[in-house]
């Protein structure tokens, strides 16, 4: 075999959150970088954040993605509670889990659906599904639309949403469309299977061993729990960034991150290896057979994690609005100002950690950790892996470059990177 | 008749507004492909060229020069142009650096000479002539349909 150097790009990937380049260089036939380019333009939400009221700044920074909206408001709205030892009511912590169940639902169809499906299908868009499979369009746009009818019936929008709020929510749930709801979620389970079972019988394979890190909660709720990871790690929330160790990759500039010094990874995948026996009662009986998966070092189960949790989010959510009975509450305030605190969440992606300080009721800084930046290490270490398998110099150039593509960006859409929180958060090196 | 050819477009912004797009989509998408493809949308297809458009919808802020170099080269392209969101009919929120005061700029003057930022964050029609505009943060769903569907 002869060997030779290329150069690959991709010219921004689609079908994954927000928008990036990836350079891949072989030198002597093996792999010798893999960069990944965020193209976004940066938008300085660490200077917008300066001198703003406290009360304002968790919707100002839902701004920071469009996808994962929800996810960077409730992580805010933590932090800012823990900040200022605002304790809010059982109420509202129900209403919070119920809007990151929301969330999960159409977040994990989105990806599900229209950017992993084409991949296994082998087309461009799931737009061009052939006619004897179209009803998955159909089922596709149904688990949405409930996902975004629970988001507008409990915090006003699916993105942005305006009622969740530091101390509370500001608007009452209208109970007349609480049975609508239910039987809208119950309506889905049947659809849920179907793609369930899709990715259960789907035979893309890259195991790898790491640490997987993720929240730990009793009722899979994504929001309070202790830190814990595959390795055996317990640890508060508060402490999670004494475990962290940033690292700036080489070439790219990028910053990725070690937990405990070794490499690890962070989303759905994590979460059903570290807490599967919390998932509910009702998906445990019906996904049996796809729990059983896991725990799971292939990367690529991800994908089937996140249509367990699709289930999962339904489950919680119809026993949520079956058994509470939704009051009017005034929003708790503040008994200080002044603080500095950690708020921690799972936002659909993994771990996301916001630690924020405060005086006189006026943000000082907001400092921040996404799942993306997490799993940038992994990400580009199995990206060089399959790259280094599917080189064969014996085979036409552009025989195995266009299969490097296309296994690459399967690879990069199984990990559902957001450039978008990437863009600002990542520290790559502008070019 | 021929199918409308249809790009959505994301500049500097949080692409809050296309993935509400695909929220719309859920009760609107399968009627609309009867009338237009969408050619162009880098959350569910691959990329293309960007060329021979109906209607382009766009959100974000223009605020860098290749984010310039971008809108005008869709708006060359493209029978209908529309501001898709706040951020591309007013600049805000993704253009807030341009209420940024002095101390707030002087942490970001550097970035913003580095990588070829514009003095200001801009509307859509700071630069090119927009056709509609659809308001909202994220994209008000009615108000998107009304103006889509008056082009389709």
């Given at each position: 075999m002869h060997t030779c150097d290329l150069d690959i790009s991709i010219n921004k990937l689609s079908k994954i959150e927000g928008h990036a380049d990836l350079d891949i260089k072989i030198r002597d036939g093996k792999v010798e970088d893999v960069s990944l380019r965020v193209m976004e333009n940066v938008r300085f939400f660490n200077q917008a954040v300066q001198g703003m009221d406290y009360k304002?700044?968790?919707?100002?920074?839902?701004?920071?993605?469009?996808?994962?909206?929800?996810?960077?408001?409730?992580?805010?709205?933590?932090?800012?509670?823990?900040?200022?030892?605002?304790?809010?009511?059982?109420?509202?912590?129900?209403?919070?889990?119920?809007?990151?169940?929301?969330?999960?639902?159409?977040?994990?169809?989105?990806?599900?659906?229209?950017?992993?499906?084409?991949?296994?299908?082998?087309?461009?868009?799931?737009?061009?599904?052939?006619?004897?499979?179209?009803?998955?369009?159909?089922?596709?746009?149904?688990?949405?639309?409930?996902?975004?009818?629970?988001?507008?019936?409990?915090?006003?929008?699916?993105?942005?949403?305006?009622?969740?709020?530091?101390?509370?929510?500001?608007?009452?749930?209208?109970?007349?469309?609480?049975?609508?709801?239910?039987?809208?979620?119950?309506?889905?389970?049947?659809?849920?299977?179907?793609?369930?079972?899709?990715?259960?019988?789907?035979?893309?394979?890259?195991?790898?061993?790491?640490?997987?890190?993720?929240?730990?909660?009793?009722?899979?709720?994504?929001?309070?729990?202790?830190?814990?990871?595959?390795?055996?790690?317990?640890?508060?929330?508060?402490?999670?960034?004494?475990?962290?160790?940033?690292?700036?990759?080489?070439?790219?500039?990028?910053?990725?991150?070690?937990?405990?010094?070794?490499?690890?990874?962070?989303?759905?995948?994590?979460?059903?290896?570290?807490?599967?026996?919390?998932?509910?009662?009702?998906?445990?009986?019906?996904?049996?057979?796809?729990?059983?998966?896991?725990?799971?070092?292939?990367?690529?189960?991800?994908?089937?994690?996140?249509?367990?949790?699709?289930?999962?989010?339904?489950?919680?959510?119809?026993?949520?609005?079956?058994?509470?009975?939704?009051?009017?509450?005034?929003?708790v305030q503040p008994p200080k100002l002044t603080g500095e605190g950690v708020g921690v969440i799972e936002a659909p992606r993994g771990t996301l950690y916001y630690w924020m300080a405060i005086t006189d009721g006026k943000v000082r800084y907001v400092n921040l950790v996404i799942p993306t930046a997490q799993n940038l290490i992994n990400m580009r270490d199995d990206v060089k892996k399959i790259v280094g398998d599917i080189c064969n110099f014996n085979q036409p150039v552009e025989t195995f470059e266009k299969q490097i593509k296309k296994e690459v960006e399967k690879l990069i859409r199984a990990y559902d990177p957001c450039m978008s929180c990437a863009s600002h958060f990542l520290k790559i090196n502008w070019i | 008749m021929a199918k409308k050819r249809v790009g959505v477009f994301s500049i500097t912004c949080d692409e809050g507004c296309s993935i509400y797009l695909t929220e719309i989509f859920n009760k609107k998408l399968l009627p609309w492909l009867e009338k237009c493809e969408f050619v162009y949308f880098l959350s569910i297809k691959d990329h293309t060229d960007i060329k021979d458009l109906d209607i382009a919808l766009i959100e974000g802020v223009v605020t860098s020069q290749s984010d310039k170099e971008l809108l005008e080269k869709i708006r060359a392209n493209a029978k209908t142009l529309i501001a898709m969101g706040t951020c591309a009919m007013t600049t805000l929120p993704s253009g807030q650096r341009n209420n940024f005061n002095l101390d707030q700029m002087s942490q970001i003057a550097d970035h913003l000479l580095k990588y070829h930022f514009l003095p200001k964050a801009l509307a859509l029609k700071d630069v090119v002539r927009v056709d509609d505009n659809i308001p909202g943060c994220p994209i008000i769903p009615e108000k998107f349909v009304e103006v889509f569907e008056k082009y389709l």
């Open positions: 304002n700044v968790p919707q100002l920074v839902s701004h920071i993605c469009g996808t994962c909206s929800i996810a960077h408001l409730t992580a805010c709205i933590e932090a800012v509670e823990k900040t200022l030892d605002i304790k809010p009511t059982p109420q509202t912590i129900m209403l919070r889990k119920l809007t990151m169940h929301s969330l999960m639902i159409r977040d994990h169809a989105l990806h599900l659906y229209f950017f992993v499906l084409p991949d296994l299908f082998g087309l461009d868009s799931v737009l061009d599904v052939p006619d004897d499979k179209k009803g998955l369009i159909h089922e596709a746009l149904h688990i949405k639309e409930a996902g975004n009818n629970l988001s507008n019936l409990i915090a006003g929008r699916s993105v942005h949403a305006p009622f969740e709020q530091v101390g509370g929510f500001s608007n009452e749930v209208d109970k007349s469309k609480i049975p609508a709801m239910i039987e809208e979620l119950k309506s889905i389970r049947p659809f849920v299977m179907n793609l369930t079972e899709i990715f259960y019988n789907c035979q893309w394979e890259l195991k790898r061993k790491t640490n997987f890190v993720a929240i730990v909660s009793d009722d899979f709720s994504y929001l309070e729990g202790k830190i814990k990871s595959t390795s055996g790690a317990v640890i508060e929330e508060k402490d999670f960034w004494n475990h962290l160790h940033s690292v700036v990759l080489p070439y790219s500039q990028a910053q990725g991150f070690e937990f405990e010094g070794k490499d690890y990874t962070v989303g759905a995948l994590s979460r059903l290896n570290l807490n599967k026996d919390a998932i509910h009662p009702d998906t445990k009986r019906d996904m049996k057979k796809y729990l059983d998966v896991f725990p799971s070092e292939n990367v690529y189960h991800n994908n089937l994690a996140q249509a367990i949790e699709i289930m999962n989010s339904i489950d919680y959510s119809i026993e949520f609005l079956s058994k509470s009975d939704f009051k009017k509450e005034a929003p | -």
